[in-house]
């Protein structure tokens, strides 16, 4: 059984930078396409982020341009660096696969953004 840990959130002012991580438990992480999620209070989850298995990533509208994506089979880790941070970024942020078939997920990581 696969099993997520998120870090790297944080509090950060407006266009400041935050990088987060995530630690998958054993092998079958490198058959999966992975992605990066964000639920704000009030709001669904949504995927903000992904990447196949072979390292292309993909992004929502939203963040596109300002957050990256990428993984390490070998350390069995995905992170995604995020910069120019917004206030509507603030939410915690999770990572599991990028279609249905999800891990159970995390703890998740926070995110907020503000002055």
């Known amino acids: 059984q696969v099993q997520l840990v998120e870090s790297g959130g944080g509090l950060v002012q407006p266009g400041g930078s935050l990088r987060l991580s995530c630690v998958a438990s054993?092998?079958?992480?490198?058959?999966?396409?992975m992605g990066w999620y964000r639920q704000a209070p009030g709001k669904q989850r949504e995927l903000v982020a992904s990447?196949?298995?072979?390292?292309?990533?993909n992004y929502a509208d939203s963040v596109k341009g300002r957050f990256t994506i990428f993984r390490d089979n070998a350390k069995n880790t995905v992170s995604l660096q995020m910069t120019s941070l917004k206030s509507e970024d603030t939410a915690v942020y999770y990572c599991n696969r990028a279609v249905v078939g999800y891990i159970p997920w995390g703890q998740g990581t926070q995110v907020t953004v503000s002055s």
């Open positions: 990447i196949s298995v072979l390292g292309r990533p």
């Open positions: 054993g092998s079958a992480f490198r058959a999966y396409a």
